[in-house]
């Protein structure tokens, strides 16, 4: 099971987004592993990962955070590249996503940024973020 740590990949997202919310328990039912951890964008640990990384400031959507160690230092994936940064961790039939990567990361983005415009008229924006069962609770970084 996931330990809380910051030794584990955490997917941020926009915990206000009906889609993102049902990617969430989409990897949640897929993850073999339980090792992945997650925080909406609005939590504290969402926010101090924006803080840390400027670049990431008005970013609405997913992002992959992997933690630093010693010899490196944590990194942050946006877009299409969070995407498939996901698809590569969930492996097995998730793998097939791996052929985005022949699509220019500029395609990949503008498609993925005409989605993102999209998805609150599509699925909804939640008024809050939903709250994780009991045995989800251990995977999240912190619940606002």
């Not at 330990?3 to 989409?26: E, I, W």
């Not at 924006?50 to 992997?66: M, T």
């Not at 969070?82 to 492996?91: I, T």
Request: proline fraction near 4%; include cysteine.
């Amino acid at each position: 099971m996931a330990n809380k740590d910051q030794s584990n990949s955490v997917l941020l997202y926009d915990g206000l987004c009906g889609f993102c919310n049902q990617a969430v328990q989409r990897i949640l039912r897929h993850d073999k592993r339980k090792t992945m951890l997650f925080a909406a964008l609005q939590s504290s640990f969402g926010k101090s990962v924006v803080c840390r990384h400027p670049a990431l400031e008005g970013i609405d959507s997913l992002v992959f955070f992997e933690p630093g160690d010693q010899s490196n230092e944590e990194r942050v994936f946006v877009r299409s590249d969070a995407v498939l940064k996901v698809a590569r961790y969930l492996g097995g039939p998730w793998k097939l996503a791996f052929a985005g990567y022949a699509i220019p990361r500029a395609v990949r983005d503008y498609l993925y940024d005409q989605f993102a415009r999209r998805r609150y008229g599509w699925f909804g924006k939640l008024d809050s973020c939903r709250l994780p069962s009991p045995e989800e609770r251990k995977r999240f970084l912190d619940v606002v």
